[in-house]
């Protein structure tokens, strides 16, 4: 048995189920619809519904206090019951709207997908509404329909009214260079890759995006992933995990991770046996009570013996 191979599977797959849990939650079972995490999805839900600057929502701000309505922070905290209760007595506001939008998506004690999905397309459409609340509304929409289209077993076509490519571009055309722009690319591209003009437009993206370039980590371990699942493209793949650990993991598992990979994918792969060595060199320095040291170390000592 190779447990070499085993372990460098198991973190290809470890990495992209940290990338999508920090994106999304799990789909709900039954006729529910994927909650899409306030924070995971373009924004910090606890910033958009705020009385700050949007600038929050996209960006970095400091000296900003944030102060949440008490509906904000109900629906923050998941409080279904309670958001649904200061629903009624609240006054007409975007917010307001948004809120009961979202816990019609969401709430699967009472949920009413239709009815949210066609409010948080008209937020989205209304260019008089405050840019965070449209922001997160399309976003909802975008994502909620793609799910659905996912699974005609269960939605059937129901969500086909809503064009969610377009609605992710739109994003993206509203706020380039943010998270929200990154995010409605990664979802929006996982499709995309299905097709030739899919590959040329994720390397645009990485090459002509004009924000932090640190918000695009996860768009090279996505490139990464899907170089080796779809194409076996080590060089591509290796290119775009290298650029991934240069610009820097906010998760030490991350980064240990990726660095190790660097080392097994030139060494076995590409047969760069140069690269391979500095890499778990690189690796033993950083990280040498880790889980993977022995292996690590095993494999170094073949580089140097030749075997």
């Known amino acids: 048995m190779n447990f070499t191979k085993i372990a460098v599977t198991g973190l290809l797959a470890l990495n992209m189920e940290l990338l999508w849990g920090k994106l999304e939650e799990e789909m709900m079972e039954g006729t529910g619809v994927t909650r899409i995490a306030m924070s995971r999805h373009g924004m910090d839900f606890g910033d958009l519904l705020s009385n700050s600057k949007v600038a929050t929502t996209i960006g970095s701000v400091d000296n900003i206090t944030v102060k949440r309505s008490e ?182 598992s991350e980064d240990r991770s990726a660095l190790f990979r660097l080392g097994f994918l030139n060494f076995r792969k590409l047969e760069d046996k140069a690269q391979g060595k500095k890499y778990f060199e690189e690796y033993l320095l950083k990280y040498p009570t880790s889980n993977l040291t022995i292996v690590a170390k095993r494999l170094l000592d073949g580089l140097e013996t030749g075997k």
């Open 71 to 252: 509906l904000a922070k109900a629906y923050v905290a998941q409080d279904y019951n309670l958001a649904a209760k200061l629903l009624k007595s609240a006054p007409e506001s975007a917010e307001k709207r948004l809120i009961g939008a979202l816990c019609d998506l969401y709430d699967r004690s009472r949920q009413k997908i239709d009815r949210g999905q066609r409010a948080c397309a008209e937020i989205f459409d209304n260019g008089n509404v405050e840019l965070k609340y449209r922001l997160e509304a399309g976003m909802a929409l975008a994502r909620t329909a793609q799910l659905m289209k996912e699974r005609p077993d269960v939605y059937g076509n129901k969500a086909d009214v809503y064009d969610h490519i377009a609605i992710y571009r739109k994003l993206m055309e509203l706020v380039p260079g943010t998270m929200v722009a990154r995010n409605a690319f990664i979802y929006l591209i996982r499709e995309r890759l299905e097709s030739d003009e899919g590959w040329d437009e994720l390397e645009d993206f990485c090459r002509e995006f004009k924000g932090d370039r640190k918000l695009q980590v996860p768009v090279h371990l996505l490139a990464e992933y899907e170089y080796i699942r779809q194409k076996r493209d080590y060089r591509n793949a290796i290119r775009h995990l290298e650029a991934g650990y240069r610009l820097g993991f906010s998760n030490p």
